[in-house]
């Protein structure tokens, strides 16, 4: 079995999977410094685009393409890439199609998809220079933009007006004091699997990114019921005919109690690790077992654990663990280190989160920080 993989950031991730299944990886990369080139079997560098990821498709002949791709941007063209490999050559792509990246990709379309579908998302308004009276806080969103990017929250009078010449394409959106939560869905051959539900730690009015907070999963919160949480987000993979992994973002409204659905992203997503070390399934390698056909949703439902998961922004840490050869949740008390040189993260798996906290304690995290 051959693969294409394209992107080499993520494929530390998959290195030691793909050997297992001895699948030959091809991967190609265009950025010429990336690391992980030298795990795959066979690597070029292209330029960007899905031009010559195609060319070396057909030219390797391989099974299966596996998009590794961590940014918005690329996701409509691998999308044009899946129809034309699939329709025209046979060859599978573990990606979601166009409708469904066209939908994700807008935050603003995004919305009108959980309207029209009846699913709850904060009340926004479009956002223009006429802007008509708007409740404060109230959050600011570019139609496109991830890590948040292009997202601000104003406080004031004059924090909105400041954002006008920056946010022309954009829409107001209520301000949600709660938890985000998020959860990862696997879907192929119209089969669905909802994994576990994420906790990303409290909104904040500064807008702290959940990048930056102390993560737990799975999510924990008395009023929550994790089983709607995950028939909502299959419900939306459904409804998107998504394909490969997708993630869905979600704030509970403290107050109102209600799980409110802000975006939704057709690629890995950053809480992978966190998925993993509480799930067992960690999404990149189903990506893989999509890819070589062996994916059963069946299999994924049976294997699926509930370990208890603490993932804690460590930024500059001195470890020899981060790299390809440490990136699986082994037994039931383990941790991965994973994320670039000064942002690294770690994700510690165990039998309690008390646990979970010690092993972070033995480790010298200072996790109180970002209580
Ligand atoms: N309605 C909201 N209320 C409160 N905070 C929000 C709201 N929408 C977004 N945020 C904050 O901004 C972050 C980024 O927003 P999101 O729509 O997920 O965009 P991105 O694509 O940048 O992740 C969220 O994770 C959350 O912290
Ligand atoms: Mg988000």
Known sequence: MKILFIGARLFDDIALYAKKERITSVLTESNPDSKNLELADIQYVVPRGMEKPKEIALKEDVDAVVPLIGIDKPLIEVSMLKEDLE???????????????????????????????????????????NHSKIDLPVVLKKFEGQGG???????????????????????????????EISIEVLRWNNKTVPLVPVCKGKTTLDCTH??????????????????????????????????????????????????????????????????????DINP??????????????????????????????????KTDKNNYKFRNFHDENCFVIHGPEKFQRITIRSTSMQKAFDTANKLNIDYKKFY
């Open 284 to 317: 990149l390698n189903e990506l893989v077992d999509m890819a070589t056909g062996k994916w059963k949703s069946k299999n994924v439902l049976k294997r699926l654990k509930e370990y208890y998961a603490l993932e804690i922004p460590m930024g500059d840490y």
């Open 87 to 129: 329709n025209n050559y046979g060859i599978p792509v573990v990606a979601s199609p166009l409708d469904t990246v066209i939908t994700a990709g807008d935050k603003l379309k995004t919305k009108e998809f959980f309207i029209k579908n009846e699913i709850k998302t904060p009340d926004f308004n479009k956002f223009s220079k």
């Open 149 to 179: 990017s292009g997202v601000k929250i104003a406080l004031t009078p004059s924090d909105l007006e400041e954002c006008i010449p920056y946010f022309e394409e954009s829409f107001a959106e209520k301000f949600v004091e709660g938890f």
């Open 210 to 279: 959940p990048l930056d907070k102390l993560k737990t999963a799975p999510l924990n919160i008395e009023s929550v019921n994790n089983e709607y949480i995950k028939e909502t987000a299959k419900n939306i993979a459904d409804l998107l005919g998504s394909q490969g992994v997708i993630d869905i973002d979600i704030i509970f409204d403290e107050k109102e109690e209600i799980s409110y659905f802000i975006e939704i992203n057709t690629r890995p997503s950053g809480t992978r690790y966190l998925t993993a070390a509480s799930s």
